[in-house]
């Protein structure tokens, strides 16, 4: 088991900055993917950002080159940095691990960004 404990979300003015962090409870081996997702009205939570064991990054469309993502493996941490927050990018956002191998997915208890215009 893996706990996953977020920190670092909200309110910002729009055109302003946020950090979120996430920290597992123990260190990933193996093949895994840890990024955050966020809850769309309507829809299934859609991706943000994620990264691997190999620190390659995949964003979600509407980034748009605004967020960066990065990792500190010595500290099982991910860090997610939002420049230029919108409106738009209210939501809750939510930390994720897949660990590939064991086929085991984990979720964080989500921390609330509020972008206000």
């Known amino acids: 088991q893996v706990q996953l404990v977020e920190s670092g979300g909200g309110v910002v003015h729009a055109g302003g900055s946020l950090k979120l962090s996430c920290t597992a409870s123990r260190r990933i081996f193996g ?13 299934q939570r859609e991706l943000v950002a994620m990264i691997d064991e190999q620190n390659a ?3 979600g469309d509407f980034v748009k080159d605004r967020f960066t993502i990065s990792r500190d493996s ?3 941490t991910i860090s997610l940095q939002m420049n230029n927050l919108k409106p738009e990018d209210t939501s809750v956002y939510y930390c994720s691990l897949v660990i590939i191998e064991a086929a085991e997915k984990y979720w964080g208890q989500g921390t609330q960004v509020t972008v206000s215009s």
């Open 57 to 59: 990054a995949t964003y």
């Open 31 to 43: 093949m895994f993917n840890m990024g955050w997702f966020r809850d769309v009205p309507g829809q």
């Open 74 to 76: 010595a500290k099982n």
